[in-house]
């Protein structure tokens, strides 16, 4: 039986993916991909090779993680390369670590092939650096995908980073940015990032105060990525 191989495809422009991830491309004879996996990568991919769309899809059923799983079991089983090609890193709020358990519970190897988080190649891409000497020296990353039941949320308002990166947080900003006015004052400078890395990549920047405002002014959009912090300011030098 072969591996597993557990690919980050980088955060959506198809030239910010690893050597060796482009090379695991060209060869596997399946890949299962994300959402938010660069279409142009699957050109890559050989001809005959089977690619499976695991993604949400609008009207259609959307496979669940168990699903997933077996999917990756079942064709590694029948001896294929098989590539799990996931946006980002996949151990970035990816769910690769569930992948990689659950393919080592049924005794099939796995290889993990890091990639470009969004995480940091987003705010990057935007002229923001997530640390910068003197101005910040610690980042926090967190999901805005807030927990079903409010007691299990995230205490956003208690994260003590310089820097704050919000994944997955369109949907949820508004309560958000209300936890982290909080305990951070309300001239705290803040980004979105909305399809970073990509033509049609936009930047939103504002301050706690507005930036919902200006947000819902520019009808964002996911996915996007939200920085809180003195960092933010840096984009005007930069870009
Ligand atoms: C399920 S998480 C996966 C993160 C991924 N594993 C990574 O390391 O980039 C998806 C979230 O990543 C962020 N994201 C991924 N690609 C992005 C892009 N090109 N522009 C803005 N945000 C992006 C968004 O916050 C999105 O909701």
Redesign the pocket.
Known sequence: MKKVYLV?GG??DPELITVKGMKLIQSADVIVYDR?VGRKLLAYAKPGAELIYVGKQAGRHTFTQEEINRLLIEKAKEGKLVVRL???????????GEEAIALRRHGIAVEVVP?V???I??PALAGIPITHRGIASSVVLVT?HLAEKKEERLDYASLKGDTIV?????KNLPKIIEEFKKSRPPSTPVAI??????EE?RVITGTLEDIIERAQEAKLT????TVIGEVVRLREEIM
Do not use: C, H, N, Y
């Not at 919000?166 to 369109?170: P, S, T």
């Not at 996911?222 to 990525?225: D, G, L, N, S, Y």
């Open positions: 980050g955060p959506g938010l996931k946006g980002g890193d996949p151990f970035v709020f990816g769910r690769g990639g988080s969004s995480a190649a987003v805005g919000i994944l997955m947080g369109v990032i909305e399809k970073g890395t990509l990549q996911p996915p996007a990525i």
